[in-house]
């Protein structure tokens, strides 16, 4: 069982950053490849990232190319996802998720290839 959390969420005025942290449980968090969604209200959950096992692959939905940045750091079994340039539409509930496929070594967008999820942070971006 993999525990995941995530914090850094808050409010930002558009064009300003937040990183968001994902801090894991597992023993052996490098073996995972770790994703984030988002969610906002009315909206079904969607993909921004996912990092494999030692972050040498991303991958990242068109709407945060060029903005957002996944890394991960294996020793304090935590992922985080900068942000910048926020927009008001990146405004959403952000969750974190792990998954063991290929023992972390491909990334995944879908998500119900992840087996872990967080509960999840609030980010607001207000015009």
């Known amino acids: 069982q993999v525990q995941l959390v995530e914090s850094g969420g808050g409010f930002v005025q558009v064009g300003g950053s937040l990183r968001l942290s994902c801090a894991a449980s597992?023993?052996?968090?490098?073996?995972?490849?770790m994703g984030w969604f988002r969610q906002a209200p009315g909206k079904e959950r969607e993909f921004v990232t996912a990092?494999?096992?030692?972050?040498?692959?991303?991958r990242y939905a068109d709407s945060v190319k060029g903005r957002f940045t996944a890394s991960r750091d294996n020793a304090k079994n935590t992922v985080y996802l900068q942000m910048n340039s926020l927009k008001p539409e990146d405004t959403a509930v952000y969750f974190c998720?792990?998954?063991?496929?290929?023992?972390?070594?491909?990334?995944?967008?879908?998500?119900?290839?992840?087996?872990?999820w967080g509960q999840g942070t609030q980010v607001t971006v207000s015009s």
């Open positions: 990092i494999n096992w030692n972050g040498g692959t991303t």
């Open positions: 597992a023993r052996t968090f490098s073996s995972y490849a």
């Open positions: 998720a792990a998954t063991s496929r290929s023992s972390g070594l491909v990334v995944t967008t879908l998500a119900h290839h992840y087996d872990y």
